[in-house]
């Protein structure tokens, strides 16, 4: 089965640092989404792409996060200055289409700690 | 986006069925169920989709009243590998996909 995978599956960082999770989606999907989970709580919505532009965001992806698809297979999660709370797992996704009446499939996740 | 309620956690044992109920009561008449799996530090995997009545796959059924304010996920024979979280989630089939995961509910499989 095609599946999501993402790089690097762990990271440590300092407070202040900027941070790049990487992604490579399903090779035929056209939706690409970010999504977090802060240990022990909810799995939370941060961003959905499409088309080279952000098509909906949550409140939590603020000035301090942004994305980019830089090349045909890589979508990025860039996290400027890092905070404590920003430490997550952060879960990559795709789809084929944009609702949902497509299956969405999440890649392994990257856990972010921030020290 | 209709509220979603399962029970916390459940228990069961290897060999049994599992039936993990959730309730939904102001479904809309456009919105689908869907249910999701995620084990310990993995992302959500999507398991089984349904508007009405019975949906079935190779990993699960989905039963779904014809009132549809509940739905009810079927794991036939778990193993200890069902160990994990299972999420029910209510969204129109038309909307963007934002998807709203709620608690859960942690399947504990005992040997």
């Given at each position: 089965e095609p599946e999501v995978t993402q790089t690097p599956s762990h990271q440590v960082t300092q407070m202040g640092q900027e941070v790049i999770l990487r992604c490579v989606p399903i090779s035929n999907h056209l939706y690409f989404y970010w999504y977090r989970q802060i240990l022990g709580q909810k799995v939370e919505f941060l961003v959905s792409f499409y088309n080279n532009e952000i098509s909906e965001k949550s409140e939590i992806f603020d000035d301090q996060f942004s994305v980019e698809r830089p090349d045909g297979s890589n979508f990025t999660l860039k996290i400027r200055s890092t905070k404590l709370e920003d430490s997550a797992m952060y879960f990559c996704a795709s789809s084929t289409g944009p609702t949902s009446g497509n299956t969405i499939y999440f890649g392994e996740g990257s856990w972010l700690t921030v020290v | 986006l209709a509220k979603t309620t399962q029970p916390i956690s459940m228990d069961s044992y290897e060999g049994q069925e599992v039936n993990i109920t959730c309730s939904h009561?102001?479904?809309?008449?456009?919105d689908y169920i869907t249910w999701y799996q995620q084990f310990p530090s993995q992302g959500p995997r999507f398991i089984i989709q349904g508007y009405k009545t019975k949906v079935t796959n190779e990993v699960a059924s989905l039963f779904i009243p014809a009132d549809r304010k509940s739905s009810t996920l079927s794991l036939p024979r778990v193993s200890l590998s069902d160990t994990a979280v299972y999420y029910c989630l209510v969204a129109p089939?038309?909307?963007?996909?934002k998807l709203i995961f709620g608690s859960g509910t942690r399947l504990l499989v005992r040997p």
């Open positions: - | 009561n102001n479904i809309a008449t456009n089939m038309d909307s963007s996909y």
